[in-house]
């Protein structure tokens, strides 16, 4: 088999149920643990050993495995372990260990310690028996070279790696393969193997069909019981395999195919498959794992093939006698483009039509032939629609952006007076005025229906930010704004939105540059100036000291703060913090604490503690009697800590602190952390779209339980709400919408997805 060299546990663990036993063979490939051989009987020979992998890795407890060989197994009942290696030349030192990896694959060993191993240096025999000393033997050249038995539970699946340890003192020991035997294991331990079966197909397209299929069985199958004769192609064109093939390294080796194991062949068919329809693959010879086999009857597998369709690229329609071209991939040896009466046309990839009515195409390589027709038409009072603002404001080189539909080849631009001013499929005008473009293609042109534009007023007097904190404020908003709007700068004369409304404060989460608008009432804006903003990163830790009581004791309880990083370029001058405690173990003698509510044998008050320090690091002390002694109950949690001023961009995971009486204390801790991210995926199909599309949008956040405030919205070019998809909560995961825009404008849009802290956006196009 031609096996890949790849980091050997870098792969899923294709199936960890037993497949075969180890035939006798001259040579092996090196083997991974991708690969495991599932073991079945008593005894595996294995002649030879394996080489050296190419890159090997180096397991916990276990340590380099550069010669490996993997068995596999599954419990079927409860019970223990047993076998004995014994080398062919006695000078070999084998090592082993066991692996449980019911929930684990091959990627994940390395973060793996083994259930059992022994690394005795000692050559010769080792293994497991009633006889081994322990179930771990590290390195030591006089170490037991047996263990004891091990457990395994019946539905748990298990890895047994054998590793041969290269010694450079005399005897070196060769590498020469080894016997196992599993007298000592229980009978019906072990599992046994299921038959091998077809998993999946998929189609190697060519240029006239199918060629062949990539097949996959369940269990990996002995290459040299694989041959192309084994397998047939069933349905409209019965299909015979003329060779088979390695994805991944071509023909397999005549020298290979003895040696090793493979889950996926390239049959490749003796003739192509064109035509369409529903086949059946079926096994007619045998294929065969070392324990299992199956032949003519055993397996087979139903699916589709598309026949391969001849497409015919240009432009269905011309004008004033002007030609069109037509095209299809030159990848065919001979091609004939005939017209409606037959006539020979073309006899080349491209052709040339000036005609209107129907066109075939047949080209052909070898004996594949392949054939597809397209119809033309004479097209006359063609038209272009516009689409955009129709009015613009009078501040800030404000603009009416235009765009005319998609599908021309060259746009004319023109003035109330004719003149044509620019030549591109959109324009921004600042001028009021009647404007239309004239667009044509193949000698066809279109006339667009005149658009007027207007200019409207805007605010005067620009807003200004501040910023304290992580937050930023609007300082001056006018009276006429009826809109506020925060916006990220992301290019020149580009933004996107992160807040559209009323809110005049906004908690960025990303590092940029921002800037907000204020919209009168006729959507006229005016921005302050953008400011850089960069988060600050504030953390504190706070805990409840520790101090013992007895009975009627008076005990002066101190809040800790340490660690505090940035509290006050965050704007934090104090925190509001709720405390708990038990009635009945303490009473609260400190006048801040006074006034608390009584539920079923709690006390619950709420405070202010400024973060100017008392004491050192103490934040404040509270005054309780002890009522109880000698208990190790929990009398007194620190709760829903708070910032003053709130909504600083940060958010604090709160845990209770824990207090006690009487030589038991235990200190509680709460972190202020950074606020967590979103990550937001947006597809939008089909683009462009007609009437209808589909919004899908995946959501991922922490913690993953979490949900949270999402609205989707479909804008014009310069960011404007043209259409609200949703707004509400959503939860972790994939979303689907609809959107009906059957009433926009055939043009250019923005597709807009906003989370409080993340935002993904993608350009649309709408035609009618």
């Given at each position: 088999?031609?096996?890949?060299?790849?980091?050997?546990?870098?792969?899923?663990?294709?199936?960890?149920?037993?497949?075969?036993?180890?035939?006798?063979?001259?040579?092996?490939?090196?083997?991974?643990?991708?690969?495991?051989?599932?073991?079945?009987?008593?005894?595996?020979?294995?002649?030879?050993?394996?080489?050296?992998l190419?890159?090997?890795?180096?397991?916990?407890?276990?340590?380099?495995?550069?010669?490996?060989?993997?068995?596999?197994l599954?419990?079927?009942?409860?019970?223990?372990?047993?076998?004995?290696?014994?080398?062919?030349?006695?000078?070999?030192?084998?090592?082993?260990?066991?692996?449980?990896?019911?929930?684990?694959?091959?990627?994940?060993?390395?973060?793996?310690?083994?259930?059992?191993?022994?690394?005795?240096?000692?050559?010769?025999?080792?293994g497991?028996?009633?006889?081994?000393?322990?179930?771990e033997?590290?390195?030591?050249?006089?170490?037991?070279?047996?263990?004891?038995?091990i457990p395994?539970?019946?539905?748990r699946?298990?890895?047994?790696?054998?590793?041969?340890?290269?010694?450079?003192?005399?005897?070196?020991g060769?590498?020469?393969?080894?016997?196992?035997?599993?007298?000592?294991?229980?009978?019906?331990?072990?599992?046994?193997?299921?038959?091998?079966?077809?998993?999946?197909?998929?189609?190697?397209?060519?240029?006239?069909?199918?060629?062949?299929?990539?097949?996959?069985?369940?269990?990996?199958?002995?290459?040299?019981?694989?041959?192309a004769?084994?397998?047939?192609?069933?349905?409209?064109?019965?299909?015979?395999?003329?060779?088979?093939?390695?994805?991944?390294?071509?023909?397999?080796?005549?020298?290979?195919?003895?040696?090793?194991?493979e889950?996926?062949?390239?049959?490749?068919?003796?003739?192509?498959?064109?035509?369409?329809?529903?086949?059946?693959?079926?096994?007619?010879?045998?294929?065969?794992?070392?324990?299992?086999?199956?032949?003519?009857?055993?397996?087979?597998?139903?699916f589709?093939?598309?026949?391969?369709?001849?497409?015919?690229?240009?432009?269905?329609?011309?004008?004033?006698?002007?030609?069109t071209?037509?095209?299809?991939?030159?990848?065919?040896?001979?091609?004939?483009?005939?017209?409606?009466?037959?006539?020979?046309?073309?006899?080349?990839?491209?052709?040339?039509?000036?005609?209107?009515g129907v066109?075939?195409?047949?080209?052909?390589?070898?004996?594949?032939?392949?054939?597809?027709?397209?119809?033309?038409?004479?097209?006359?009072?063609?038209?272009?629609?516009?689409?955009?603002s129709?009015?613009?404001?009078?501040?800030?080189?404000?603009?009416?952006?235009?765009v005319?539909?998609?599908?021309?080849?060259?746009?004319?631009?023109?003035?109330?007076?004719?003149?044509?001013?620019?030549?591109?499929?959109?324009?921004?005008?600042?001028?009021?005025?009647?404007?239309?473009?004239?667009?044509?293609?193949?000698?066809?042109e279109?006339?667009?229906?005149?658009?007027?534009?207007?200019?409207?007023?805007?605010?005067?007097?620009?807003?200004?930010?501040?910023?304290?904190?992580?937050?930023?404020?609007?300082?001056n908003?006018?009276?006429?704004?009826?809109?506020?709007?925060?916006?990220r700068?992301?290019?020149?004369?580009?933004?996107?939105?992160?807040?559209?409304?009323?809110?005049?404060?906004?908690?960025?989460?990303?590092?940029?540059?921002?800037?907000?608008?204020?919209?009168?009432?006729?959507?006229?804006?005016?921005?302050?100036?953008?400011?850089?903003?960069?988060?600050?990163?504030?953390?504190?830790?706070?805990?409840?000291?520790?101090?013992?009581?007895?009975?009627?004791?008076?005990?002066?309880?101190?809040?800790?703060?340490?660690?505090?990083?940035?509290?006050?370029?965050?704007?934090?001058?104090?925190?509001?913090?709720?405390?708990?405690?038990n009635?009945?173990l303490?009473?609260?003698?400190?006048?801040?604490?006074?006034?608390?509510?009584?539920?079923?044998?709690?006390?619950?008050?709420?405070?202010?503690?400024?973060?100017?320090?008392?004491?050192?690091?103490?934040?404040?002390?509270?005054?309780?009697?002890?009522?109880?002694?000698?208990?190790?109950?929990?009398?007194?949690?620190?709760?829903?800590?708070?910032?003053?001023?709130?909504?600083?961009?940060?958010?604090?995971?709160a845990?209770?602190?824990?207090?006690?009486?009487?030589?038991?204390?235990?200190?509680?801790?709460?972190?202020?952390?950074?606020?967590?991210?979103?990550?937001?995926?947006?597809?939008?199909?089909?683009?462009?779209?007609?009437?209808?599309?589909?919004?899908?949008?995946?959501?991922?956040?922490?913690?993953?339980?979490?949900?949270?405030?999402?609205?989707?919205?479909?804008?014009?070019?310069?960011?404007?709400?043209?259409?609200?998809?949703?707004?509400?909560?959503l939860?972790?995961?994939?979303?689907?919408?609809?959107?009906?825009?059957h009433?926009?404008?055939?043009?250019?849009?923005?597709?807009?997805?906003?989370?409080?802290?993340?935002?993904?956006?993608?350009?649309?196009?709408?035609?009618?």
């Amino acid at each position: 088999m031609i096996m890949r060299s790849f980091f050997f546990f870098s792969f899923l663990l294709f199936a960890l149920q037993p497949h075969y036993c180890i035939a006798q063979s001259p040579t092996f490939p090196e083997q991974e643990c991708t690969y495991a051989l599932p073991i079945c009987g008593k005894r595996i020979t294995q002649p030879n050993g394996y080489p050296a992998l190419a890159n090997f890795a180096r397991l916990p407890a276990v340590g380099a495995a550069e010669f490996p060989v993997w068995y596999s197994l599954e419990a079927a009942i409860t019970g223990r372990f047993a076998f004995t290696l014994t080398p062919n030349d006695m000078n070999d030192d084998y090592d082993w260990a066991v692996y449980d990896v019911t929930e684990k694959g091959c990627d994940l060993l390395s973060q793996v310690r083994p259930i059992s191993f022994n690394l005795s240096g000692r050559r010769g025999v080792t293994g497991a028996n009633s006889m081994g000393t322990q179930s771990e033997v590290g390195l030591a050249s006089n170490g037991n070279p047996f263990s004891t038995l091990i457990p395994l539970q019946a539905g748990r699946k298990y890895l047994l790696l054998v590793i041969f340890t290269p010694r450079r003192s005399i005897p070196v020991g060769t590498n020469s393969g080894f016997t196992l035997d599993f007298i000592g294991t229980a009978d019906g331990l072990i599992a046994e193997s299921p038959k091998p079966r077809l998993l999946r197909t998929a189609p190697i397209t060519g240029t006239c069909g199918v060629n062949g299929l990539r097949v996959t069985f369940s269990e990996p199958i002995a290459i040299a019981s694989v041959q192309a004769r084994d397998l047939v192609l069933y349905g409209l064109q019965q299909r015979n395999f003329s060779e088979v093939r390695s994805p991944s390294g071509g023909r397999f080796a005549q020298d290979v195919q003895s040696q090793g194991f493979e889950r996926t062949f390239d049959f490749i068919f003796d003739a192509p498959v064109t035509m369409s329809g529903r086949y059946t693959l079926a096994i007619i010879g045998t294929v065969s794992t070392a324990c299992s086999s199956a032949s003519d009857g055993d397996i087979g597998v139903a699916f589709e093939i598309q026949q391969k369709r001849l497409e015919i690229a240009g432009t269905r329609f011309f004008c004033r006698a002007s030609p069109t071209t037509l095209s299809v991939p030159n990848e065919f040896e001979s091609y004939r483009w005939t017209n409606a009466a037959g006539q020979l046309i073309g006899e080349k990839a491209t052709v040339e039509v000036a005609t209107a009515g129907v066109y075939t195409i047949e080209a052909s390589v070898a004996d594949c032939r392949v054939t597809s027709q397209a119809t033309i038409a004479l097209r006359e009072n063609l038209s272009v629609q516009i689409s955009g603002s129709d009015a613009f404001c009078d501040i800030n080189d404000d603009c009416a952006y235009i765009v005319a539909e998609e599908g021309f080849t060259l746009y004319e631009w023109l003035d109330s007076t004719g003149t044509v001013f620019a030549r591109r499929r959109d324009v921004c005008v600042r001028t009021e005025g009647t404007y239309r473009v004239r667009a044509s293609i193949n000698g066809c042109e279109a006339n667009s229906r005149p658009l007027t534009i207007r200019k409207r007023t805007a605010p005067t007097v620009p807003p200004t930010i501040t910023r304290r904190g992580n937050m930023l404020s609007v300082v001056n908003p006018q009276p006429d704004a009826l809109r506020i709007e925060w916006r990220r700068i992301i290019g020149d004369g580009l933004y996107d939105f992160i807040r559209v409304g009323y809110d005049s404060t906004l908690i960025p989460q990303d590092t940029g540059r921002y800037t907000v608008a204020l919209l009168n009432a006729a959507n006229c804006a005016i921005s302050a100036p953008a400011v850089r903003f960069q988060p600050i990163l504030a953390s504190v830790e706070f805990r409840v000291g520790s101090v013992t009581a007895v009975q009627n004791d008076r005990v002066g309880i101190p809040i800790l703060l340490t660690s505090a990083q940035n509290l006050a370029a965050m704007g934090i001058d104090s925190f509001r913090v709720h405390l708990r405690c038990n009635a009945r173990l303490l009473f609260p003698e400190d006048e801040n604490i006074r006034r608390y509510t009584v539920q079923e044998n709690e006390r619950f008050t709420q405070i202010t503690m400024p973060i100017q320090p008392l004491r050192g690091d103490t934040l404040g002390i509270f005054t309780f009697r002890a009522m109880l002694g000698n208990t190790s109950s929990t009398v007194l949690s620190l709760q829903d800590l708070n910032t003053i001023p709130p909504n600083l961009g940060l958010r604090m995971s709160a845990s209770n602190g824990l207090f006690t009486l009487v030589n038991i204390a235990t200190e509680g801790s709460v972190r202020l952390i950074e606020r967590p991210k979103t990550a937001l995926s947006l597809q939008v199909r089909p683009n462009p779209t007609i009437g209808q599309m589909g919004i899908t949008v995946i959501i991922d956040s922490m913690p993953q339980n979490s949900s949270q405030d999402v609205r989707i919205t479909i804008t014009d070019v310069l960011g404007r709400t043209q259409m609200p998809i949703f707004s509400g909560v959503l939860p972790n995961g994939e979303h689907q919408f609809t959107a009906d825009i059957h009433h926009l404008p055939t043009g250019s849009y923005m597709v807009l997805v906003q989370t409080p802290d993340q935002r993904q956006s993608t350009s649309i196009t709408i035609l009618h």
